[in-house]
């Protein structure tokens, strides 16, 4: 299963275009309502948020929205507002307080490259700028899709999804949870951003119940296949194709599915699951054959 | 001036019902869309919000919503998701990277009580809460009203309004700002939710632009009485009567307006602030009369 040329320009498009996006946003105008722009917290801002990711998550938005009809100006703006989520999660991340990474993506951490009070307020701000992109007059969807998205976002991100699953990963450092305890911290700091990505698409489209839950489901099986693949790249790749420390989580006796089952099971269970996620799109045809290329390269990344 | 003792009973009523509402919300209970609640991760954030605060900025959106006829219920909870954003930046100024302090209401700041990562997350997730507050069902309001305080409450928090504040705030440690830079510092540190409190009602009453151009320049008007005598308690109070560290602004060699023009001049331009409070409400006659109290108390209070 090799990542085809035209996925691969297709993804690469779709992050320029929320590169673009993002840092038009983060730009030095000072919006309606607001008071100033700190120069030094919105260059920490940029700093950790325009680093050249992959912008999975974004793709997904888009593409699941381009699956069920959506408007494609608008998932733009919601995978923007779901990057800066992701991307105050990882300066957050980062901090001395909770994994310490000095390195991401190559470069130094917002806390390395600014200080660890701004990290903190750039995360904080990259959080709340989320919802303002969602709720901003230029987003456009109704007031009742917008609501929705903001719902279903924060409930995707904070304690009872990626803030919880951090709060169980950081307590699994001190005792190693069984494998339903991993399975629940894993779907929470890693599957619930990935789950609504997905879902997001039926959201802006407008789409009905039924190609909700298939979306959802969906994004649960990639993050689960997101996850799965972390835990292995971690076992063996190196921290120059990574461009950030590995073997951290064996080094911390973290425990990991790969590390419970082994690598041959969790090569099996990736399979499976990427058959899984293909099945749940089946009605949809050939339409979703660029989110069956995401599943598969989700599974098959190797940074 | 004297606060009357049915003044103070509304303040303590309103503060126990946003006690209650908030100390519901944040109960074991999973809702819909989350995978769980970690348990320290919960308790760290009710640490950080149900902490007898005085509940001004909920109390001053009910009010300002009475005044123009919205819905009591659903001002109870954007007054709960406004503390929500209140106390998360209270968690995150308090960690040791911040302000450092160990003392919040004569208690343990959440990262002492707790720690350091525990208290970044739950203020991160107390902030992804008051989201999910306004978004929820629950909330009886149209999604229009929903998503308007939404994008006024992320702009008023974000980088442009309190967290841009508590960034500026930061670098006058390091350089002080003139009159002009500490002006800025202050309406957005402090300044914006309280704005956004007031204005807020004109939101939730769906209330005419007058009206809330009235309600927001009220806000503002208080907003600078508060941060005034916040800073003559600052230089008068002793640290028993606050429940937390005093005297620090001026230790650290921040300026605030206080120190530039002095106490006299302060207490001058509080009175003067108050009266053209008054002024704004005035088209509203006898209804006006409990947020002219509280611009009162605002300026008056000792603690």
């Known amino acids: 299963m090799k990542e085809t040329s035209s996925f691969s320009a297709h993804l690469k ?31 920490a801002m940029r700093h950790g948020v325009l680093n050249g990711g992959k912008r999975l998550r974004p793709f997904l938005v888009s593409a699941s929205t381009a699956l069920l009809g959506g408007d494609a100006d608008a998932a733009l703006r919601i995978g923007a507002a ?47 700028f989320a ?59 890693t599957g619930a951003l990935i789950r609504f990505a997905c879902e997001a698409g039926a959201i802006i489209a407008d ?28 076992l ?3 921290a120059q194709a990574m461009g950030k420390a590995t073997g951290k989580d064996a080094a911390r006796g973290k425990g990991t599915l790969v590390a419970l089952h082994g690598q041959a099971w969790a090569e099996r269970e990736l399979e499976e699951l990427v058959a899984q996620a293909e099945n749940l799109l089946q009605p949809y045809g050939a339409r979703s054959a660029i989110l069956v290329e995401t599943a598969r390269f989700i599974a098959n990344r190797r940074s």
């Open 13 to 43: 498009a779709n992050a320029l275009a929320v590169e673009e996006l993002l840092s038009d946003l983060l730009g030095p105008v000072v919006g309606m309502d607001e008071i100033a722009r700190p120069r030094n917290l919105l260059a």
């Open 82 to 128: 779901l990057e800066c989520v992701h991307c105050y999660s990882l300066v957050h991340d980062d901090l001395p307080a909770m994994d310490d990474d000095d390195l991401r993506r190559g470069q130094p951490t917002v806390h390395i490259a600014f200080d660890e009070a701004t990290a903190i307020l750039a995360g904080d701000s990259l959080l709340t």
């Open 131 to 189: 919802f303002d992109i969602i709720a901003a007059p230029e987003t456009p969807l109704p007031d009742r899709q917008k609501t929705a998205l903001i719902l279903a976002l924060a409930r995707a991100s904070g304690h009872g999804g990626m803030a919880g699953g951090q709060a169980l990963d950081l307590a699994a450092e001190k005792s190693a949870p069984g494998e339903a305890g991993i399975v629940t911290l894993q779907a929470m700091k």
């Open 207 to 234: 789409a009905s119940d039924e190609d909700r839950r298939r979306l959802r489901a969906f994004g649960e099986k990639i993050g689960l296949a997101f996850q799965l693949a972390d835990d292995l790249l971690d």
């Open 236 to 238: 063996t790749a190196d």
